[in-house]
């Protein structure tokens, strides 16, 4: 099995590195037919389900994840060359569990491991935006492809410190040279 990184024993330098070497199906080339429903769901936590009992094996969902796709009508599929299969998610398919932060203001970095394994800078390219929620803001960060991993509350709570502790004229976050406001969209 795939030993997943410990973010606080790596610089953002060699985060950036392992993101762009992991190698991802090109899902968005495969257009075959519709094949039916894989009774599986993504709970709003991260957990992977099938049949209604969870997945256990992490790189299974690892796997899985790798062929997640999001369709044009906002729906989300696992596509393969040969077939595409329905997948129920509840909120965002991805979970940022931790994250780690080089630099203050204007020059800070925030790289986040996602429950999956993943590692996403925050950039222009991958951008996290705040949606007012019933229980308050929840933060997302874009992953790839129209998929976004919900920012878990602890990770939150990190974001709206640096947020609060920066001079900006609004609340809010840099990344990479982006600015993300805390604010709802």
Known sequence: ME??????GLSLAEIATLAEQRRLPPVEQWQPAHCGDSEMRIARDGSWYHQGAPIGRSAMVRLFSTILRREPDGGYVLV????KLS????DAPFVAV???AEGDGRDARLAFRLNTGDLVTADA???LRFVEGEDGPRPYLHVRGGLEALV???VYYELAERALAGDDAQPGVWSTGAFFPLAAA
């Open 3 to 8: 030993e997943l990184p410990d973010l606080a």
């Open 80 to 83: 393969t060359p040969a077939e």
């Open 87 to 90: 997948i129920a998610v509840e």
């Open 98 to 100: 931790e994250m780690k």
């Open 125 to 127: 390219a991958h951008p």
């Open 152 to 154: 878990a509350r602890p």
